[in-house]
């Protein structure tokens, strides 16, 4: 049976309008919208995710409603969690690799939209297309070299060099770096990554939180003992993209960075471990230069809303 999407907006547009469907495939939730780009979001759902075959029939039942009603959808732009097979010319194109997220290693839901909803889709990873819709309409516009990180229940990120993704065909895995740790630190807790332990995903994610301190980090106080951690983690993952890409900004996103004490946690513990070397001038200003998605949690929709946009013809920017 189909699991339903859960509708947020309802519309009724004109037959006249052209838009497409955007998916951002995240490991707890999909939300899916309809639209012709920033500025014209039609409508919206969330889906819990569960399986391939639930989460991909839930989104084709959608989108069948959405034509129904009258939106002439040409095209779905997925953007996925990872690891993921983004390059166009494999066969494998669209393949979720070794992730962690049970009954998801092996599944290709961009083959499965397709052939539910008899649509063409285009894919990249949750983060590339965040970052393409940042560069495009967001925190990054107008910049040629930006970096974007999510935290959720994975840490993942992209940059762009010169306009260019970091990592074709392939992608790039920010949250697998090791930071620094107090030997303390070490011994009280040895991380979640199955692959890594106390790399970034594993002491800074939503998944890591919840394993370390037995709770849904939504429900812990602004003063646990948690954030300055997990600010710590992120800041030295902030350092290292510095100091290797030198961009002209750094987007942090995902649930995790919902916390607003972090930012200027995570700013200050950027600041203290750069201790004035920096390699552009953007870097001595962390408030501007480590900042909020200008798109917020809209980022990853709206960048497999991108991803179809220029897939097929049309200037998303």
């Known amino acids: 049976m189909r699991r339903r999407a859960r509708d947020e907006v309802g519309v009724s547009p004109s037959r006249s309008i052209v838009i497409v469907a955007g998916i ?5 939730s999909w939300k899916l919208i309809a639209a012709k780009g920033p500025g014209g979001i039609l409508a919206r759902a969330t889906i819990p995710t569960t399986t391939p075959e639930e989460n ?47 009954g998801w290693r092996g599944a290709n839901p961009l083959r499965m939209l397709e052939q539910e909803t008899g649509l063409p889709c285009t894919l990249d990873t949750d983060v590339n297309a965040a970052l393409l819709a940042e560069a495009a309409w967001g925190a990054g516009k107008g910049l040629s070299d930006v970096v974007y990180i999510t935290v959720g229940a994975g ?34 807790f040895a991380g979640s990554c199955p692959y890594h332990g106390d790399c970034i995903e594993g002491l800074a994610s939503a998944t890591a939180i919840a394993a370390r301190w037995g709770a849904d980090p939504h429900l812990l106080p602004d003063t646990h003992e948690a954030w300055p951690l997990v ?17 002209q900004r750094i987007i942090l996103g995902g649930g995790v960075m919902k916390r ?6 995570i700013r200050a513990q950027f600041v203290e471990r750069t201790n004035g070397y920096t390699v552009r001038a953007e870097a001595d200003h962390a408030d501007t230069y480590i900042f909020t998605p200008g798109l917020g949690g809209d980022a990853g929709a709206l960048g497999a809303a991108y991803l179809a946009l220029e897939a097929n013809g049309a200037s998303a920017r």
């Open 56 to 102: 991909v029939a839930a989104a084709a039942d959608w989108i069948d409603k959405m034509r129904g009603e009258g939106c002439s959808i040409e095209a779905l732009g997925l953007a996925s969690f990872g690891p993921v097979d983004r390059n166009r010319k494999s066969q494998t194109y669209g393949l979720i690799g070794a992730t962690p997220k049970p």
């Open 231 to 247: 600010a710590d983690s992120l800041a030295q993952l902030c350092v290292s993209i510095t100091y290797l890409l030198a961009p």
């Open 260 to 265: 607003a004490i972090l930012m200027d946690m």
């Open 24 to 28: 951002d495939a995240g490991g707890t």
């Open 155 to 188: 840490v993942g990120g992209a940059a762009l060099v010169a306009r260019n993704l970091v990592g074709a065909p392939g992608h790039a895995e920010f949250g697998h770096i090791k930071p620094a740790r107090a030997e303390y630190d070490r011994q009280t």
